[in-house]
């Protein structure tokens, strides 16, 4: 007759519970995000940017849609509704649209609207490691300088962090840091990024940046971003 005592019992249930959560950590995923023509997502907004000695909080909205899916490109459509608060002075801004191509697989081809700002949106990439991956495993983009979009060369170096659940959302977890390899100043974009395990669309990002470009501001700024996705 065998008898399990109550520590043994514990014991061998935590040896159960470890050898799952290592099995899990060894299965690998093949992120693949398929668009699909007239997907919609939409997410909350929520920041803070430090300029000229001013902290600006930023609130909003964003609604992402795909156009077209043609070949290997995409055709993405982005509207933001921003509120900005600086002292304590609320400001609702103008609804902004941008309409962005990319490659399966990531890579930004262009992008276009009065918002756009290819800098930033080239070190906010996601690009797909191109095979399986487990949690741990880790790959690099490098962009060349390009003349006509007048932006420099950078390195994007991307890490699995693990999975977590996030809003009603199974998710993997990355880390994704971007920063420009040329220049005087050059922009860092230092982001988590979760995308759903089933279609591997963004669920969440967050972001912080330095050196950060504008095209409606005089001055490079510094700041950090979360941007959620509610539907």
Known sequence: MIV?????????????????????????????????????????LEGSIEAMGQTIELTGNSVEKVLKVEGDTYVE????T????????????????????????????SSEGEASNARAEQLSQFIEPGKEIKIGDTWSYDGKADAKKETPAYKIDYKYLGDEKVGEWETAKFSAVGKETEGEKPMLFDNTVWVSKTDFSRVKVESKFQNMTNPMAPVTLDGKLTVVRTK
């Open 4 to 44: 399990m005592t109550r520590k043994k019992s514990f014991a061998l249930a935590l040896l159960a519970l470890s050898a799952v959560a290592g099995a899990s950590a060894l299965q690998g995923i093949l992120v693949k995000y398929q668009p699909k023509v007239g997907e919609v997502r939409e997410y909350r």
């Open 77 to 80: 459509e982005s509207t933001q």
């Open 82 to 109: 921003v509120k900005i608060n600086m002292g304590g002075s609320e400001q609702e801004t103008p609804s902004s649209t941008v309409v962005s191509t990319h490659k399966l697989g990531g890579i930004l081809v």
